[in-house]
């Protein structure tokens, strides 16, 4: 029974074959992802298809973390790994160490990653949009030479708006160069003074629009100082230049739109205006007229001589009542002077002047008793605190025969606070002294 092997046996000895074969080691394949799971351990697990055959396949969380995409259903993408043996099944596996979109997803990453930087940028804020002009003079179109959308645009701004001047200029708008061509073009368009720049042209696939997701073409957009209309592609398509646009059209017929008003809407508007001011004008020479009509009618202008005649008889009464007022002014300040200079004679000045030299000596004779009492009161106080202020001398106190005991912790005022053989300061009326401690003895009373 030796001969027979065990399957875990023979599924090692199968994996130990794929492990040392030199192209397993790293293999490049492509394929459509299916089944795509991400355990919440952060491991990676999909199934890669083609129409032919499947393989099952795993990243591990550490390349996993590192993708600048999400990998889902239906994506093509190319891998490199290795192959190898899943003991448990018993089936082999592709171990991923790098991830990528393939063809068209490659360039749908690169545009994620630059609108992303571009955002963060503020190449995007609404506070960078221009707004158009109503009434351009002025129009610079941005857009091939041929092909539907040059007429489109055309036949819409001769429609709508013809007095605006339009600068068509032939512009690469696909394949090698076309970015370059576009940058350029947009500066020279800004160079000229228009109003409105539109950039467009007709729909395509991502590769055919590409030329306007590129970086030099996104910033000579934001650079210009003209409005930019964007009208790339049809309305599903999208593109970095709508973004950075000031106005972004779902076609380049709709540009045209946006960039000029319809004059047939003008020509209504400037009806509507002109029946307007013919309306006030009529009003208004009607309401004119009728004002005339009665300053014409108007006593005064019948007979202005009737206005002179009430203005003379005006003058007069206001003459006659000036007059009276001047007379009574007159009287008022004569009275009043007489009573001043009553007021003002040198007897009733000298009589005041006494009065006010009597009232003097009596405030001063006033002002000093006071002055005295106070100061008599506060030298009778002083000594009062004097007196109080010997008492609680604690030299006055040594010199009726105390002293003043201390030792190393200062005053001492209770026997528990000395002990036999005790150094202690004697301070006395008149010096000090140490002693040593002989004995303690407490007062039984206290």
């Known amino acids: 029974m030796t001969q027979y092997l065990s399957i875990g046996a023979l599924t090692r000895y199968i994996k130990a074959k794929f492990d040392r074969d030199p192209y397993l ?79 068209v997803g490659q360039l749908y990453e690169q545009f994620e990653a630059l609108k992303k930087e571009l955002q963060s940028r503020g190449f ?72 409105v720049i539109i950039v467009g042209r007709g729909g395509g696939s991502i590769e055919d629009l590409w030329a306007f997701n590129e970086r030099e073409v996104i910033e ?30 779902p076609t380049p017929t709709g540009a ?76 008022i300040h004569r009275e009043r002077y007489i009573r001043l200079d009553a007021q003002l004679s040198r007897e009733r000045l000298g009589h005041k002047l006494h009065i006010h030299r009597t009232n003097e000596r009596d405030l001063r004779l006033r002002l000093k008793q006071l002055m005295d009492r106070k100061l008599s009161a506060a030298a009778h106080q002083l000594n009062l605190q004097t007196r109080l202020l010997s008492t609680l001398n604690p030299t006055g106190i040594l010199e009726r025969g105390y002293s003043i005991v201390r030792n190393e912790n200062g005053i001492v005022s209770s026997v528990h606070e000395l002990k036999r053989e005790q150094s202690i300061q004697l301070q006395l009326a008149n010096g000090e002294a140490v002693a040593t401690v002989n004995s303690v003895k407490e007062n039984p009373h206290g």
């Open 256 to 331: 045209a739109v946006m960039a000029t008003p319809d004059q047939m809407d003008i020509l209504q508007q400037l009806k509507s205006i002109d029946l307007y001011l013919s309306q006030q004008l009529s009003q208004k020479l009607k309401y004119q007229n009728e004002r005339l009509m009665r300053y014409l009618n108007h006593p005064v202008f019948r007979n202005p001589q009737t206005l002179i005649a009430q203005q003379q008889q005006r003058k007069d009464e206001l003459e006659q009542r000036l007059g009276f007022l001047l007379k009574q002014s007159f009287t």
């Open 25 to 103: 080691e790293k293999v490049y394949i492509k394929g459509e992802l299916s089944n795509v799971k991400r355990h919440s351990s952060g491991h990676l697990y999909f199934a890669l298809k083609d129409g032919s055959a499947v393989m099952n396949g795993m990243m591990f969380k550490r390349e996993a973390v590192k993708l600048n995409f999400t990998p889902k259903e239906g994506d093509g993408v190319l891998i490199t790994g290795r192959i190898s043996v899943y003991e448990s099944r018993g089936s082999y596996q592709l171990y991923a160490d790098d991830m990528s979109l393939d063809g």
């Open 220 to 249: 000579a957009i934001f650079a210009a100082k003209t409005p930019i209309i964007s009208a790339v592609g049809h309305e599903t398509d999208t593109t970095l230049s709508d973004y950075v646009a000031d106005l972004r059209a």
């Open 124 to 195: 995007f804020a609404a506070e960078h949009k221009k707004k158009l002009p109503r009434y351009p003079a002025a129009i610079a179109v941005l857009t091939a030479s041929t092909g539907a959308a040059i007429r489109d645009i055309e036949t819409t701004l001769n429609r709508r708006y013809p007095l605006a001047e339009v600068h068509y200029i032939s512009t690469l708008v696909q394949g090698n160069g076309a970015a370059h061509d576009i940058v350029k073009n947009i500066r020279q368009a800004d160079a000229l003074g228009v109003d």
